[in-house]
């Protein structure tokens, strides 16, 4: 693992006062990302991913944030944080990551303009789940609930999931769950923001599903209704997931007559099971993106243009 590095170096150590410390540490999201939410990571023996694709061992969903960010490696003689070319850099107590920097408990790291917090955390600790202190806000309980054995999806789909943020703790269950058997999902806008951008369109246009986290607080939020609509508007396949015995208004009420909603009411893990079912039996959209569509539709012209110019030669 050590062979990766072309450069390792230590954090300034007079402006905080750290020594390296033997025990395990906690890495703790603090701010901001698009979840709104606070995210703790005990950091274990091995190598952890973080940025923002989803597939990194920790998804720091925020624009500033590369791709593929950075690197943790948690080795014998200490934990390393290794910036991977990222566009905005990797900074510990306000210094730029060259190479790789050691990590000591209560180094502050910035990845783009996320912020997170290097963390003590006991031996006794590393399995349970412990408030960070002196945050504003208490840290959600984290999303790896036993939710009985993964089962691989058979399909794997790209899938979007729309929750409002007063269901934070449930929409963060389907996408650790979700996640944990092979989809790629997209979190909505509607978790925490309003600023989609451009890139609401092209998210619509590339799932194959949108899951729809019905309750009170979905039905009253205008984010919720926009994507669910253009869910519709785009042929896009709409599972809805019901949390409470919300009516909902005629316009979303549409989706659940189209699609029976998947019942989280009484058992979550049932319903997580159910939902994964249900998803098995989504297949593709056929519909093709914009880019692969302009693609499809220049080939077509090069190749009936070839075919008049053949056909003019002949007549000659």
């Not at 402006?15 to 709104?36: E, F």
């Not at 510990?92 to 003590?120: K, M, Y």
């Not at 349970?128 to 993964?150: C, F, I, N, Y």
Request: proline share 6%; net charge negative; hydrophobic share 40%.
């Amino acid at each position: 693992m050590a062979g990766d590095r072309t450069e390792r170096n230590t954090a300034p150590a007079d402006t905080t006062g750290h020594a390296p410390s033997p025990s395990v540490l906690r890495l703790v999201v603090v701010g901001p990302v698009a979840s709104g939410r606070y995210w703790r990571q005990a950091l274990e023996q091995g190598r952890l991913l973080l940025g923002r694709a989803p597939d990194n061992d920790l998804v720091l969903d925020e624009s500033s944030v590369s791709a593929r960010h950075a690197r943790v490696d948690v080795e014998p003689d200490g934990t390393y944080l290794t910036d991977l070319g990222s566009t905005n850099g990797s900074w510990v107590n306000g210094h730029r990551v060259t190479g790789s920097v050691q990590l000591h408990a209560g180094d502050e790291v910035l990845l783009g303009r996320c912020e997170l917090r290097i963390e003590p955390l006991e031996h006794a600790e590393a399995d349970t789940a412990v408030e960070p202190p002196d945050l504003d806000e208490p840290a959600v309980p984290s999303p790896a609930v036993d939710d009985g054995p993964l089962i691989p999806a058979r399909h794997p789909r790209r899938l979007l999931v729309s929750y409002d943020e007063a269901d934070a703790a449930i929409g963060e269950r389907i996408l650790h769950r979700l996640s944990g058997i092979g989809h790629n999902v997209v979190v909505g806008r509607s978790a925490a923001t309003d600023r989609w951008g451009g890139r609401l369109l092209d998210a619509m246009w590339s799932a194959d599903a949108v899951v729809f986290v019905v309750s009170r607080a979905a039905a009253d939020s205008d984010r919720v209704h926009r994507e669910v609509h253009l869910a519709g508007a785009e042929h896009t396949t709409v599972v809805p997931v019901r949390l409470d015995d919300v009516v909902l208004p005629a316009d979303l009420a549409f989706y659940e007559h189209k699609q029976p909603p998947v019942d989280f009411r009484r058992d979550v893990s049932a319903g997580l099971s159910e939902l994964q079912r249900r998803l098995d039996g989504i297949g593709r959209k056929r519909i093709a993106r914009p880019a692969q569509l302009v693609r499809r539709l220049l080939t077509t012209a090069l190749v009936v243009a070839a075919v008049a110019a053949l056909a003019l030669l002949l007549v000659r």
